[in-house]
């Protein structure tokens, strides 16, 4: 239907959808509101533009043009913000290298991404130095330092971040391009095979912003976001771009708060002093922050967190309400850039129980505008939204990747059919709430009956001899796969017992049908630690590996 | 740098932004939200759904395909938002005709879009029976009648609209396509010339959308649209899609209550009855509303108005306020979709005395996400932003008419310079509030000063004889122009002790510097009524015609 596209005059502007114009809001409307990096550094929305243009004629200084990749191994810093607006601003690719990575992996992806500059904080030259010499691509390194003196490091440094800044003009006239050019890459953590890039275009993460905006916003109270809002990212500025939400909060103008490292009493400090109200993190981090002393002391009510990453077990919700904290679910993946999902209370939520609103902060959520969410079963068709009935989720946004880097084979299977796979089971309630149960790959079969390993691992988690738990499935001649829970203990103890005491409070669970009778077949280990992948998640993988 | 933008792989969706996509959210979290037509028509979002595609298969039935125009003549109905999706969705073009435009004028519109189909609400059967015969490309009618019996008219209906719905699948597949597919057209009610055509497409309607949904949701508290709110339109949908709320509120899935024709006391009891706390509308229907004995009986209090299409006065606002109506202004026009800003206050502001808050509600506020707005003087430079200096309003966003439909001349001098021009003169204050003065061409130079009708108007106003005001300039040998204001009184009286009255009541404000001394040349002339356009805003061209 050519004839019924809208025309466009010759002198009309073509509006692309680009990251440059997320700033004109916050600067035309709250030009002064802060932005925070721990106790280093203050500044506003009009100091972050001037910052924009200088890091941009810095970059273009050192060579960087349209097309080129700018690599970052940072903390979460106002750096980092910077790095996210002027990079894709240039025309170039932001590459968010995952520092927690082994510097083997760490090298893969910078030579696959083909990297051209890296901006690297002083703290990881040491994970450069293993593996200098093999990198091919790099032609420049710009040294981010938090000290007063310079690092030892054989790696040849351009210019330190703020030396750069400082020598550089603070005017940048940004140019207009396709909205569909490349503003991000990163890599996945898999706990398999190597390292997969994903990608998203200027249009996807203006569109995804928006999207983010309008669920957040609308609610009545519950995990809502609004202007007045101190915003501070727990989740790695390098793990699908914080989620979104630094994109989000120079929208909305938010006062912005980055705290460097991820020390949890830190966190707190920053939390108090700064009266920060929206984060997001991993339920480890929760769990760590929850679980220091300082977190007694300080007053903890007005905080709003998502939480997501990895499923939140009932038990952490309960004990993060009891200190006051709005805590919810939300859910996404690196290939999804990232929200999907949010599990919102509608007001009439609160009129239940304490503990049957957690259940329901617990749930993935329901579908952000635009998102066009289905948990087909194996045919491809829809499961009914019974609560129970279970399926892949599949979803279609305007920003998902559109593939993995130069991996076609990858590509073409997560977007088989169409629809981008999650790998991700998961059931819908009546109410249109989506509840993940498992990982496609993760789920236990037992006797022919899935088992929802997250369920049995909430439960677990619930008992009170058990400080941290992962259930596997371990091969069984007779029942195809038998239970497997890997116990981290609150207190040392006679192995036995505990063990029996932990079945026997899984019994009380199957006894009342609120879990499959199957998992009665659980076996107990008791080890000292819980895998994790680089971005905290349970590396079932791992686990597998070590006690199989 | 075609080499930096997104590789899809051939599986991957290509997600175009399609007015579909908006109903997504809706049908996922809040099904059963109602939507109400008067006290005729109560239904949901699955309604909705249906209802849309049994009208999809009623008008494929009538020969409507993808490139096609339809056009709708209603009052504010469930229906006619039932086209507001239909019929782009079928990639038709929806073509939402001023009824109150005179019948040479709808003609000329209809011929002008190339209407294929007309559906009409039996009320404005009258219109087109003067028109009959006249009308070239109309292939079919369809009525839509509120009554137990059918009409008189001699127009060859091909059906009634829910007979039509009645007869049709509820189920139908909607296709996919380019994003730039024209969606709406509508005329510009200028005060001279021909109407104008604009266009809007898919892409725009839904960033647009987004947009007016993410600078009304995240505001603390004053002027907010949260999930819970009930939306009523007092603007028609026939006027650039009643300022596309009626989008933003399916996709947030709210109630939804649609009030017919515009009676003042039904208005009132829909709003008590429906317990609606979300609407827009120009001054002259909240004078209406607010003046009728019925508002003092119910409650406003949670009441939350945009005003727009005309300035509002701070005698309204004050008025309003007294009626605990959380009211502000809106700002936009027929070629910006609309909106491009909104007065919303900063919690800090309320501290400010009421006075001080309604002179904030009455500029014409900040611009909304994404919207680049410049206040330019006659060389296009940025006029200092100090609450003083005036220029024209120029703006870039994504929802903007890439032209007029079908005339060259016009559209590239509204985009003259790759800015849509707007004709307002505004200044713009140091916290970044644009505040209009007068649109270009009612400026009135006394004595080589710009004297701004509208600031005169609200001073006058303010008097308290005055019912309603309009100034103009009368050509003056001396001044080149005197103000002229034609003045409706509450009161008959005596004429000339009026005149006085109202003069010594402005002589205050010069004398405080409040307004340019030159007003004192004021001239009053006491009329009956003031002429107004077919959306209610004040027809200046009608007055220099009438009086001068």
Redesign the interface.
């Known amino acids: 239907?050519p004839?019924?596209?809208?025309?466009?005059?010759?002198?009309?502007?073509s509006?692309q959808?680009l990251i440059k114009?997320?700033l004109?809001?916050p600067l035309?409307?709250n030009?002064e509101q802060e932005i925070v990096y721990r106790d280093q550094w203050r500044g506003n929305y009009l100091t972050l533009r001037e910052r924009i243009c200088r890091l941009a004629n810095a970059l273009t200084r050192l060579g960087v043009k349209?097309?080129d990749t700018v690599a970052v191994m940072d903390y979460d810093s106002h750096r980092y913000l910077e790095c996210f607006f002027a990079v894709p601003m240039l025309?170039a690719?932001l590459h968010t290298i995952n520092v927690r990575l082994s510097p083997e992996q760490i090298l893969y992806t910078i030579d696959h991404a083909e990297d051209d500059i890296l901006l690297i904080n002083s703290d990881f030259l040491p994970i450069l130095d293993q593996i200098k010499g093999r990198i091919d691509t790099l032609k420049g390194y710009v040294l981010l330092n938090d000290e007063a003196q310079s690092p030892h490091s054989s790696i040849p440094i351009a210019g330190e971040y703020e030396e750069l800044l400082a020598e550089s003009d603070t005017h940048f006239e940004f140019p207009d391009?396709?909205e569909?050019?490349?503003a991000t890459t990163f890599y996945t953590t898999g706990t398999t095979g190597l390292p997969k890039g994903v990608?998203?275009?200027h249009r996807?993460l203006?569109?995804h912003t928006?999207?983010v905006?309008?669920a957040l916003?609308?609610?009545?109270s519950q995990g809502?976001?609004?202007?007045?809002d101190v915003y501070m990212p727990i989740t790695p500025m390098f793990h699908v771009h914080a989620w979104g939400l630094p994109y989000a909060a120079t929208?909305?103008g938010l006062k912005q708060v980055y705290p460097g490292r991820y020390v949890p009493d830190h966190l707190l400090e920053l939390i108090d002093r700064e009266q920060v109200t929206f984060s997001h993190c991993v339920p480890t981090i929760l769990h760590m922050l929850l679980k220091s002393p300082l977190a007694e002391k300080i007053d903890l009510s007005r905080w709003k967190v998502i939480i997501g990453g990895a499923g939140l077990s009932k038990a952490l919700c309960l004990e993060a309400m009891r200190k006051g904290i709005d805590i919810f679910t939300g859910y996404g993946m690196s290939e999804t850039c990232p929200i999907l999902t949010l599990a919102h209370l509608?007001?009439e939520m609160f009129d239940l129980s304490v503990e049957e609103q957690a259940v329901i902060r617990c749930k993935t959520g329901?579908?952000?505008?635009?998102?066009?969410?289905r948990v087909v079963n194996e045919q491809g068709g829809d499961v009914p939204h019974d609560g129970r009935s279970s399926g892949e989720i599949v979803v279609?946004?305007?920003w998902?990747t559109?593939?993995y880097l130069k991996d076609?084979r990858a590509?073409?299977k997560?977007?088989?059919?169409?629809?981008?796979h999650t790998s991700d089971v998961a059931n819908v309630d009546g109410r249109?709430y989506v509840k993940i149960t498992d990982r496609t790959k993760d789920v236990i079969k037992i006797g022919g009956e899935w088992i929802s390993t997250l369920e049995l691992e909430d439960i677990i988690a619930h008992c009170p001899a058990v400080a941290e738990v992962a259930v596997i499935g371990q091969p069984d001649d007779r029942w195809g796969e038998r239970p497997l829970a890997l116990v981290v203990r609150r207190e040392e103890g006679e192995e036995k017992a505990a063990e029996k005491g932990i079945l026997n409070f899984v019994r009380e669970y199957t006894e009342k049908g609120m879990i499959s009778k199957q998992v009665v077949l659980l076996k107990v280990r008791f080890v000292e630690a819980i895998d994790k992948t680089s971005v905290g998640k349970v590396n079932k993988v791992a686990l597998r590996e070590k006690y199989l």
Not at 217 to 220: E, G, I, K, R, Y
Not at 224 to 228: D, E, G, K
């Open positions: 239907m004839d019924s596209l809208i025309s466009r005059t010759d002198s009309a502007y509006y959808l114009q997320l004109y809001a035309a409307n030009p349209a097309g025309g690719v391009f396709d569909n050019t490349r990608y998203f275009s996807q203006v569109l928006l999207g905006v309008t916003a609308t609610p009545l809502r976001l609004h202007r007045q929208l909305m509608t007001p329901v579908p952000l505008p635009l998102v066009q969410l279609r946004t305007p998902l559109q593939g076609h590509s073409e997560l977007w088989d059919g169409g629809w981008l249109g």
